[in-house]
């Protein structure tokens, strides 16, 4: 799943911009589904991995890296806000069926929005203007969300 | 003993946590991409063994446009080929008279054939990847062109890979001049349009015209003078009123790119030697000065 989220990334998503604008960041979907229970070390470390595997490809020296490993530590509390009882998940990986279809929209979305954010906030520390930016980042949110569905759809009827 | 065991067991995620987040800072702000290592670019072996592999696929998408490009360089080429020969039959002439020999003065350039494997348009900050590296003789800060016009500057540069500063990189700045002027300003990509950069600092004397062709001066080991760069759209708006700022049209289409060639200067050892010795001879001067 790392491996082919990574090459998804950099082989094709990484030149896909529609619109001038939006970037889909199909790769933080790993993030997403990492299993609830997984030990948080574990979860900085391995989207810390992530992150830098993208940066080395697409020469984005630190920017996914840093966003990664922040978005790592805000999963948990995000996903607390919509569904406060993880005790009673029979499968500790976030899914439709695990945390209910609204709950998982509201969490992937919000995932992917603070994660667009980030991105687009550290690519901005020294370059954009600001109003690029918020539109870069809420279209760049729409998109990666889409695909992100369209993936978890697939996955899911594969089962 | 044992409470600063706990104290790190019970905060461990906060220490990794930070640790992360500390190396990717570290990485994030230091901007100026020479001192990138050759690992965490594009250019290193695997990541360019990928890009490669890919490219194998996706090189044949952009090779009807590239296909039109060329014959229409081959025709300009061409053109100017019949106007050197009538040049070259008239310094024969002159030759003749009064024995004038003439100096061919780009003969110093060579190319070397890549492709790019890789590159992007649409971060602030980019980058082309080429499948040639030190093997084939590529070296820092070699230049890099394709059919239509200039691509950018090599930086980093591993066995058979290398990374390329594209011109859509504000890192990079270009010595540019009109067509057939004297006058050079400095080109430098404004981060937003692909298509489109801005030549800044050119004099207030300077005549052009709206459509005239911008070509690198030539100011630099790195380029060749008269490689076409860009067209004249317009005046700009600039931040210094005492020079003239326009907007450029870029004859490159970095998002086709494919074919690319990297210029090598069989002069620039001697150069780069050169420039080091006069360099030395500076900073030393003052002290034999004091001895004196």
């Known amino acids: 799943m790392f491996v082919i989220l990574v090459v998804a990334q950099v082989l094709v998503f990484n030149h896909l911009c529609l619109w001038g604008y939006a970037i889909p960041l199909v790769f933080i979907y790993f993030i997403i589904k990492l299993p609830v229970t997984l030990n948080l070390n574990w979860v900085i470390t391995l989207s810390f991995l992530l992150g830098l595997s993208v940066d080395i490809f697409s020469n984005t020296p630190g920017m996914n890296a840093l966003a990664c490993t ?53 690519e901005s520390f020294t370059f954009y203007a600001w109003l690029p930016m918020i539109g870069r980042t809420f279209a760049s949110t729409a998109v990666t969300f889409l695909i992100i569905l369209a993936i978890d759809s697939f996955q899911a009827r594969r089962r | 003993m044992r409470n600063v065991l706990n104290f790190l067991l019970r905060y461990s995620s906060w220490i990794v946590l930070a640790f992360f987040v500390a190396l990717s800072c570290i990485m994030l702000f230091r901007r100026n991409p020479y001192q990138h290592h050759v690992l965490l670019t594009s250019a290193n072996a695997f990541s360019g063994g990928v890009y490669s592999a890919a490219s194998n696929v996706t090189g044949y998408f952009n090779l009807r446009e590239i296909n039109e490009d060329l014959q229409r360089r081959t025709a300009s080429l061409e053109a100017e080929v019949v106007s050197l020969r009538a040049q070259v039959a008239s310094y024969r002439n002159a030759i003749l008279q009064d024995s004038l020999a003439v100096n061919p003065a780009t003969s110093r350039f060579k190319f070397i054939i890549a492709n790019a494997i890789n590159n992007s348009v649409s971060h602030p900050y980019n980058y082309v990847t080429i499948d040639k590296g030190s093997a084939q003789g590529i070296r820092p800060e070699m230049g890099v062109m394709d059919q239509n016009g200039i691509v950018g500057v090599v930086n980093v540069v591993s066995k058979n890979y290398a990374r390329v500063i594209s011109l859509l990189n504000p890192n990079f700045r270009l010595s540019c001049k009109v067509h057939d002027g004297d006058a050079f300003g400095s080109l430098v990509w404004d981060g937003k349009n692909p298509r489109e950069a801005i030549l800044e600092e050119l004099p207030k004397h300077t005549k052009f015209r709206k459509g005239d062709t911008i070509v690198t001066s030539g100011f630099s080991t790195v380029f060749p003078e008269g490689i076409p760069v860009g067209v004249v759209m317009g005046r700009a708006h600039g931040n210094d009123d005492n020079f003239f700022t326009l907007r450029i049209r870029l004859l490159t289409d970095f998002s086709a790119l494919s074919t690319v060639k990297v210029i090598s200067n069989t002069d620039l050892v001697e150069i780069r030697k050169l420039e080091a010795e006069s360099e030395a001879d500076n900073t030393a001067d003052p002290r034999q000065n004091g001895q004196k």
């Open chain 1, 70 to 122: 922040l978005l790592s530590v805000l999963r948990l509390p995000v996903m607390h806000l919509y569904y406060p009882r993880d005790e009673d998940m029979t499968n500790p990986e976030p899914s439709m069926r695990t945390l209910g279809v609204g709950t998982y929209l509201k969490y992937s979305l919000s995932v992917t929005f603070i994660y667009c954010l980030m991105f687009f906030l550290f």
